[in-house]
């Protein structure tokens, strides 16, 4: 039986494994500051209040659009995002509360 004191936060892991890629990173990085790192005149919609597209993303990175959603997928599975649709297109904005609910997980099991 595993010693739950000694055990791994799942969310823990889960946010890890998301953060374990230096693009995901960098893209999450990015959102921190969205207007700071993405043309505003070129949005359908606020980047601080409802996110950024991921064509933005995309067109960023330089990665395939099929690529930059599921790294986007895998931050909100991890709960570092949350997604929003307008129209037919999906933005992304950091979720600021659970990222701060990990890192006092953080603090207080490592």
């Not at 070129?42 to 330089?62: F, N, W, Y």
């Not at 931050?75 to 904005?93: D, E, N, P």
Request: aromatic share 6%; with cysteine.
């Amino acid at each position: 039986m595993a010693d739950t004191a000694t055990t791994p936060d799942p969310d823990l892991v889960d946010a890890f494994r998301a953060l374990s890629n230096p693009m995901r990173l960098q893209m999450l990085l990015w959102l921190r500051e969205p207007e700071r790192h993405f043309p505003r005149e070129r949005m359908i919609a606020d980047p601080v209040e409802v996110g950024v597209c991921v064509s933005h993303l995309q067109a960023k990175t330089g990665l395939a659009q099929s690529t930059v959603s599921a790294y986007m997928a895998e931050l909100q599975r991890a709960g570092l995002v949350r997604s929003t649709r307008v129209g037919k297109w999906t933005h992304y904005k950091r979720d600021e509360q659970r990222i701060a609910e990990l890192v006092a997980t953080l603090g207080r099991t490592l």
